[in-house]
């Protein structure tokens, strides 16, 4: 497990990314109004226009793009035969709110729970979910340089024709914006909003002068394949666990950190194992990777240490998922506390889970363990 996070400035969205923003505005506008607002308004009528014109075919500009499909932006010019405004074929709003409790809110994430989490009624409450999503940091301002920012917990909004479909919970840092959360309804699965809410995110960082994405929530591990999104965003920096530098998310890193659990670029460095000289078998890279073969061993700032872990937190009833049943992880078998310290068993993943995230959310979790160990 790493911290990751991505430099806003310099993000340039992928093929696929584009492609779920292009389609769904092309959704929310309507063929109809394409084509009536390229007879009224379109952007070729002068050089400005031309130029205007080629600058959008080829390039992505995503404070541009991200923003297109929302009401605010779209212009809607007057049809000469209907003496009437050309509106789109849906109406699709984004608010950035506080973080604080609504049944329309609660209410998403209700279904949420049920349908992505399959989650029974009896787990789903309204005193849960103030407590997970609704319970973050005081809401404040931050100046610097004369720029004004929001400090705090907020939930960025997204209604569909009136009604939010999805909700997103950030934390707003002095120079960051960290995703922490996102729940939306089913009937947006098929608009990819996993991906439109990261670039919304990105872009909320970019335009309110936030130098860094910390995408969900901010951490990564490169064996839970669920979290393989991360390495598309460009680009994307990791943080060295020994001298606490970033180093980039690129090709040569993936591979490293597909060939060992524990890898430290700096350490490597000094070793000399370089990208095509990296073996699973060198007896310093394994090494390297025994050593430190737990969370607990790097001394990662943040992070409670196994003692805190044992005395605070009673690992043994920590709930998690497996195929599609819940259980404690006392269910699992004897347990061993000497395990906590092995990286590749049940109890050490779960224990280095909760020592990241801390006493007070470690109750309130469920680790997914369905995809495999």
């Known amino acids: 497990m790493t911290v990751i996070r991505l430099d ?11 492609k779920a923003v292009n389609r769904f505005t092309d959704y929310i506008l309507g063929p109809d109004y394409v084509r009536l607002a390229a007879r009224l ?33 779209i212009k809607r010019p007057t049809d000469p035969s209907t003496k009437k405004s050309i509106e789109p074929a849906h109406k699709f709003e984004v608010t950035l709110e506080a973080d604080s409790f609504t049944e329309e809110k609660y209410t998403l994430f209700a279904n949420y729970q049920k349908v992505v989490h399959k989650e029974p009624p009896s787990r789903i409450s309204k005193a849960g979910f103030r407590s997970f999503l609704c319970s973050g940091l005081a809401q404040t301002t931050y100046e610097q340089d004369g720029n004004e920012r929001k400090i705090g917990s907020y939930h960025q909004c997204y209604r569909l024709d009136g009604r939010l479909v999805a909700m997103g919970v950030l934390d707003l840092m002095p120079q960051c914006v960290s ?8 009937s947006v699965n098929d608009w990819e909003f996993g991906k439109l809410s990261a670039l919304q995110e990105i872009a909320l960082a970019v335009e309110s002068g936030y130098q ?3 995408m969900d929530p901010g951490y990564y591990i490169h064996s839970c394949i669920k ?37 430290s670029l700096s350490r490597e460095r000094c070793l000399g194992i370089g990208p095509s000289s990296r073996r699973t078998d060198s007896p310093d890279a394994a090494s390297a990777a025994s050593n430190l073969s737990s969370i607990f061993q790097t001394n990662m700032p943040g992070v409670m240490s196994i ?8 690992l043994e009833e920590i709930d998690v998922r497996l195929k599609d049943k819940i259980v404690n992880l006392a269910r699992l078998g004897e347990w061993d506390e000497e395990e906590m310290m092995d ?3 049940v109890q ?22 369905s995809g495999g160990m």
């Open 212 to 214: 860094y994405y910390y």
């Open 348 to 369: 050490g993943i779960a224990a280095e889970f909760v020592a990241c995230v801390g006493p007070r959310l470690a109750g309130k979790i469920v680790i997914d363990l």
């Open 307 to 314: 003692e805190e872990v044992k005395e605070n937190i009673p």
């Open 41 to 73: 308004c379109p952007r070729s009528r002068d050089w400005d226009g031309l130029r205007e014109k080629k600058h959008y075919r080829t390039k992505f500009d995503l404070s541009l793009r991200i923003h297109e499909a929302e009401h605010h932006c």
């Open 227 to 263: 979290m393989r999104y991360k390495s598309t965003f460009h680009p994307t920096y990791i943080l060295d666990p020994e001298t606490y530098d970033w180093d980039p998310l690129d090709q040569d890193m993936l591979a490293r950190l597909s060939a060992h659990d524990y890898v």
């Open 179 to 186: 995703s922490v959360y996102l729940i939306y309804h089913e």
């Open 343 to 345: 990286s590749s068993s």
């Open 8 to 18: 806003g400035l310099g993000f340039k969205p992928q093929k696929d990314q584009r």
